[in-house]
């Protein structure tokens, strides 16, 4: 067995921001292996995430942020089961991290069952012309198809993106670690991004 250190447990709440006990038990199960005590923390939380997400979110807050020069702003809705979580430091900088999340990368949706169907149908047809000029054959156009919507997926739908202050994670995987250390259920309920001269679409 791999001695755990304190500057491992250090090292893994470093990049995880879980719990120092989390983190511990995570490396102890893992036997050491870094990389691994991050998956197993992810686990963690999307069995946590799981267990808590028919639970009402009628609480929460509404966040700002505005880049520098005030040309671009956004406000982003997040719900969670009560009042006290939602005054907590780590569920407003939350918040605040999917508001410049949103400022920066500039989501269409939250979640890939709220992309708008004529999106998805106009994406296809791209692809399948695509694919067609290059002579593939119909089963392998359709596999490909598939392929370049899952892609097309984590472009445009927020929990799918890569977080941008830490690409290693996507923003469902920062919502599940959040959930696991509140105890709560936890949703981005909506958001609304506003650029001088540009309408909203």
């Keep these: 067995m791999t001695q755990i250190t304190a500057a491992m447990v250090k090292e893994l709440r470093e990049r ?3 719990g120092m006990m989390d983190c511990k038990k995570a490396l102890q199960e893992c036997d050491g292996d870094m990389g691994k ?6 686990q963690k939380g999307l069995s946590v995430a799981a267990k808590r997400a028919g639970r009402s979110t009628s609480e929460g807050a509404v966040q700002c ?4 020069g005030n040309k671009l702003g956004v406000m ?3 719900n969670c089961e009560t009042d006290f979580v939602a005054k907590t430091d780590q569920f407003v900088q939350f918040a605040r991290d999917v508001a410049m999340h949103v400022a920066a990368i500039n989501p269409v949706c939250i979640k890939r069952e709220d992309t708008p169907t004529e999106l998805i149908e106009k994406e ?3 692809f399948r012309k695509q694919a067609e000029e290059s002579g593939k054959p119909d089963n392998i156009i359709e596999k490909i198809i598939n ?3 899952e892609k097309f997926y984590k472009e445009v739908c927020l929990l799918e ?3 941008v202050k830490n690409p290693d994670i996507t923003i469902q995987d920062l919502l599940n670690e959040l959930i696991a250390k509140m105890g709560e259920n936890i949703s981005v ?6 650029q001088v001269g540009v309408e909203a679409e």
């Design 65 to 68: 942020y505005i880049h520098a």
């Design 16 to 18: 995880t921001k879980a």
């Design 189 to 194: 309920r909506r958001f609304a991004r506003f």
């Design 76 to 78: 982003v809705e997040v």
């Design 161 to 163: 993106q890569p977080f």
């Design 124 to 126: 296809k047809e791209i």
């Design 147 to 149: 392929g370049r919507i």
């Design 37 to 42: 005590s991050v998956d197993w923390l992810r």
